[in-house]
């Protein structure tokens, strides 16, 4: 399991490596990344020094993507998973999970991820109520990063581009463009709907303009992660860009909150025409 944290979170990291320490499963590992500067990091995961497996690596701040490229150039486990410091597990969820992978076999699981206070998917997503295959366009609405698994060798050569998601030049779809690669080189994706990993839904943003901003500079990445892998699909990512594509336009005719689509709508067609990662 490949975390990190910029600090600011220490209960919600305690409850995370209470969940995995309290898990069925035991063959656990935790690589952790601590971008707090501090020593407060390393005095909780002290604490459970006896109970779990693990790696605590130090470095400055860094974005999201160059911080788990860090830990997975630690990793050696036979199946990889990525634990955001505001998500926890289930007792049960490892030892399902590692009953339904297929180790050395290549392939790339998705479980729904579900917000702990109200029940409702994360995000305001979707998830399939069946196990099924993904295929591009179903890992760009269904694969997050939290809940994903990869069945992969020791050796692992794939990493996450340093241009995408929280903290880096375009601030999202680095998990999406992380999964589409490894479905290029041949790896499975399916989606399994017997358990879900837990997460706090995110606070409502207030702040319009940043808000827009924040559109703007996701969907530059959104776009342009389409745009990579469309010829990949044999055109079936056409469809979603159809689709998000009449949704930015009808929020900017029907919204009160136009900018938000404008911006959005901006952000596509600079990542989809003008940008490559």
Do not use: W
């Not at 604490?47 to 999201?64: E, P, Q, V």
């Amino acid at each position: 399991m490949i975390g990190t944290s910029q600090g600011g979170r220490n209960e919600l990291v305690a409850r995370l490596l209470e969940s995995v320490a309290n898990a069925t499963y035991r063959n656990i590992e935790v690589i952790f990344v601590d971008q707090t500067g501090g020593s407060e990091l390393d005095r909780l995961f002290d604490a459970y020094k006896t109970r779990i497996k693990y790696l605590l690596l130090k470095t400055n701040k860094c974005s999201l993507s160059v911080a788990r490229n860090l830990a997975l150039s630690y990793a050696n486990g036979d199946i990889l998973g990525f634990c955001d410091d505001d998500a926890f597990y289930p007792r049960d969820f490892f030892e399902i999970m590692n009953s339904q992978i297929k180790l050395g076999a290549f392939e790339i699981v998705s479980v729904p991820v579900i917000d702990p206070s109200s029940g409702d998917p994360y995000g305001g997503r979707s998830f399939p109520l069946d196990s099924v295959s993904l295929h591009y366009g179903d890992v760009f609405r269904h694969s997050l990063s939290v809940g994903t698994f990869v069945s992969c060798s020791n050796y692992f050569p794939y990493r996450f581009n340093e241009k995408l998601g929280a903290g880096a030049q375009y601030g999202g779809s680095e998990e999406t463009d992380f999964f589409l690669s490894l479905k290029s080189a041949g790896f499975d994706t399916r989606f399994f709907a017997g358990t879900h990993v837990l997460h706090d839904n995110d606070p409502p943003q207030t702040e319009p303009r940043e808000l827009a901003r924040k559109y703007y500079s996701y969907a530059i990445g959104y776009g342009a992660v389409l745009r990579k892998y469309i010829a990949h699909s044999k055109l079936h990512l056409s469809i979603e860009l159809l689709s998000i594509t009449s949704r930015s336009i009808a929020g900017c005719i029907l919204s009160r909150n136009r900018p938000l689509y404008f911006g959005r709508l901006k952000g596509l067609i600079k990542g989809f025409l003008r940008t490559t990662i």
